[in-house]
């Protein structure tokens, strides 16, 4: 399978998760409404931890790009996750958030998680695949500014197919905030939010929607809200269309919700970072207040005292292949590997800005490594016509102590004006990395210092690969530059 195919398996996790709007199940019957008016407000308690259960299965299509018409794909999803969830903030926002959050009118909400089960089984045209948490990163820091969630483990970086497992859509930090504000009588309608339902559905930005919701009924303290409609938005530049159906219910004696279930169908179309997808789900979430503490006690939460993690968060990625272990922020997809290259491709604000080729150089002997001069002679040599000018070059090393070569080139390609920035690094050991970074000119103002942030923290690892590739070749423009 060529490299471009593996592409959306690799990334297959994000997409699965992206359909899954998380829903539950409440034992109850339903009497006949009355007039009067409900308070559906969420009690907040520090103390208290939460047991929930989450159900679902996805069944459909995936869609790749094939060589003259889209190729489908048979998809089934079937997920069980459990975890303890303990409220460690909540309110206005701590004070080293203050000045960059002002205009904030959602509370700033912090909380711990520890999941004891995460079992998922993907099957993709017979194929199965079983994504992983690993042991160690279990326990979570979750935190909601505005309406963005943002996770962390103490333990140290999650990998990409990690944090897709847990940021479930539907999670009930954003959930509660498509609540009513209000006090209302059994029969009222509202409409939500787009915002919100963007939030709660995964999706980026929401373009119409006509969600609405009604307070059913009450019976024995519960309260019977009933949401559906149609959302048309967007996640990673992507159309996508969402058709809902859900049902959720609160507790009124403890303010809290106590369950909610969804089903749906989504139609998304393919991505720079993603295959498309036609499926439906089934989901379902039940909370119960938890009995004991177990791994959220005072005592087991010492590792998440602090700030700095909360706002560094930190995906890693590992190629035994090539030997190399990478840390990005959550802007960076790998969309593609190979026992040649691993690429990754950086979205910006829904946009496709920057492409990251990390590929293995062969080994050289102590006191034999190439100049600078002589690196940036073969980069020229490469590009050929479509070299430019260097816009700049330089020799430093980086925080593990690796021999780094940073080489900037401004060029062009299909008659288009192209930035390249090539990486040659080496260890002590005459292990030897390159990447290459490649962008169009109009788009190095957004991509900033990226490059700089991976290869800081790029680590060598055992290397199995026995494909080696040479140090200053460029992508191909045509099929791999940041506008394809």
């Known amino acids: 399978m060529a490299?471009?195919?593996?592409?959306?398996?690799?990334?297959?996790?994000?997409?699965?998760?992206?359909?899954?709007?998380?829903?539950?199940f409440a034992p109850l019957s339903v009497q006949a409404a009355d007039s009067n008016r409900y308070d559906l407000?969420?009690?907040?308690?520090?103390?208290e931890v939460a047991d929930v259960q989450v159900e679902y299965e996805v069944r459909g299509q995936l869609v790749l790009p094939g060589e003259k018409e889209a190729e489908k794909l048979d998809l089934e999803v079937t997920a069980n996750v459990s975890y303890q969830d303990r409220l460690l903030f909540f309110g206005d926002a701590p004070e080293a958030?203050?000045?960059?959050?002002?205009?904030?009118?959602?509370?700033?909400?912090?909380?711990?998680?520890?999941?004891?089960?995460?079992?998922?089984?993907?099957?993709?045209?017979?194929?199965?695949?079983?994504?992983?948490?690993?042991?160690?990163?279990?326990?979570?820091?979750?935190?909601?500014?505005?309406?963005?969630?943002?996770?962390?483990?103490?333990?140290?970086?999650?990998?990409?197919?990690?944090?897709?497992?847990?940021?479930?859509?539907?999670?009930?930090?954003?959930?509660?905030?498509?609540?009513?504000?209000?006090?209302?009588?059994i029969g009222t309608i509202w409409e939500q939010d787009a915002s919100l339902l963007a939030a709660l559905l995964g999706l980026d930005t929401v373009g119409e929607s006509d969600v609405k919701s009604e307070l059913k009924n009450v019976e024995r303290g519960y309260a019977k809200v009933e949401f559906s409609g149609n959302i048309q938005g967007a996640t990673l530049g992507v159309a996508s269309e969402i058709a809902i159906k859900a049902r959720y219910y609160f507790d009124l004696r403890r303010g809290k919700i106590a369950s909610l279930q969804m089903v749906g169908r989504e139609r998304r179309g393919i991505g720079h970072v993603s295959p498309g997808i036609e499926a439906t789900f089934r989901l379902k979430m039940v909370l119960e207040p938890g009995t004991d503490a177990g791994k959220l006690s005072d005592e087991e939460?010492?590792?998440?005292?602090?700030?700095?993690?909360?706002?560094?968060?930190?995906?890693?990625?590992h190629s035994a292949v090539l030997g190399v272990s990478l840390?990005?922020?959550?802007?960076?997809?790998?969309?593609?590997?190979?026992?040649?290259?691993?690429?990754?491709?950086?979205?910006?604000?829904?946009?496709?800005i920057a492409q990251c080729n990390v590929s293995a150089l062969p080994d050289i002997k102590k006191g034999k490594a190439i100049t600078l001069a002589q690196f940036q002679e073969d980069i020229k040599k490469n590009l050929g016509t479509n070299f430019?000018?260097?816009?700049?070059?330089?020799e430093s090393t980086n925080r593990r102590g690796h021999?780094?070569?940073?080489?900037?080139?401004?060029?062009?390609?299909?008659?288009?004006?192209?930035?390249?920035?090539?990486?040659?690094?080496?260890?002590?050991?005459?292990?030897?990395?390159a990447l290459v970074f490649t962008m169009e000119g109009d788009l190095v103002q957004p991509f900033g210092a990226a490059d700089q942030e991976i290869v800081e923290h790029l680590a060598f690892a055992n290397r199995k690969s026995t494909k080696i590739a040479s140090p200053t070749?460029?992508?191909?423009?045509?099929?791999?530059?940041?506008?394809p």
């Not at 407000?41 to 103390?47: A, D």
């Not at 070749?473 to 506008?483: D, I, R």
């Open 403 to 433: 021999l780094v070569y940073r080489v900037e080139i401004a060029g062009t390609a299909s008659e288009l004006p192209v930035r390249w920035i090539y990486y040659s690094l080496t260890d002590t050991q005459g292990h030897r990395l």
């Open 327 to 352: 840390q990005h922020d959550e802007n960076w997809f790998v969309t593609a590997e190979d026992d040649r290259a691993t690429v990754l491709r950086r979205m910006h604000r829904g946009e496709l």
């Open 97 to 185: 958030h203050q000045e960059a959050e002002q205009e904030e009118k959602l509370p700033f909400v912090r909380a711990a998680r520890y999941y004891d089960q995460v079992d998922v089984a993907m099957k993709i045209n017979n194929q199965k695949r079983t994504p992983l948490l690993r042991e160690q990163r279990r326990l979570i820091g979750v935190q909601r500014k505005n309406t963005i969630l943002q996770f962390h483990s103490p333990a140290g970086p999650l990998r990409r197919e990690e944090l897709d497992l847990i940021h479930l859509p539907g999670d009930p930090y954003v959930l509660q905030l498509i609540l009513p504000k209000k006090p209302i009588a």
């Open 41 to 47: 407000k969420m009690r907040q308690s520090y103390r």
């Open 3 to 24: 490299i471009q195919r593996i592409a959306p398996i690799v990334c297959l996790t994000k997409v699965l998760i992206a359909t899954a709007m998380v829903g539950g």
């Open 473 to 483: 070749e460029a992508p191909n423009v045509k099929k791999e530059s940041a506008k």
């Open 301 to 317: 939460l010492v590792s998440m005292q602090g700030t700095a993690p909360w706002d560094q968060q930190r995906l890693s990625y």
């Open 388 to 394: 430019g000018t260097f816009v700049n070059a330089g």
